[in-house]
């Protein structure tokens, strides 16, 4: 049901070479671009996106407010986790079984929002 996410940035051109080095891992790639926004994605999946808040004001991060991805597998998790890590995101939460057949590593953007990705399944 999830057609897309966005994620406030202040800085686009920071955060959209991010987010072309991290998700290009996953094979996705720009969909949709123009000046105060960009989405990756994935034919026929949900997007990702970033952009400058519409109403003018600085953007912040969401308290409670989290992006999960899927990775396809739990290697995937690890890799992507460590990608991510070594674009300059910091870490949140290592890889790591939270639940039965539930397995993530959470990490923060540069610009502060909360990731994870994801694998359902051994």
Do not use: C
Not at 37 to 59: E, F, K, S, T
Not at 103 to 109: F, T
Request: glycine share 14%; aromatic share 10%.
């Amino acid at each position: 049901m999830i057609g897309y996410v966005t994620l406030g940035t202040n800085d686009l051109p920071r955060i959209a070479a991010f987010y072309d080095a991290l998700l290009g891992e996953l094979g996705a790639k720009r969909l949709m671009e123009m000046p105060h926004v960009i989405l990756w994605g994935l034919p026929g999946q949900p997007m990702l996106g970033v952009i400058r808040p519409h109403n003018g004001q600085p953007a912040t991060v969401g308290n409670g407010t989290m992006v999960s991805l899927s990775a396809g597998s739990r290697e995937a998790v690890d890799e992507m986790h460590a990608r991510a890590l070594s674009l300059g995101a910091t870490d949140e939460g290592a890889p790591g079984e939270r639940f039965k057949g539930f397995y993530a590593g959470y990490w923060r953007d540069i610009d502060g929002n909360k990731l994870n990705f994801f694998h359902m399944g051994a």
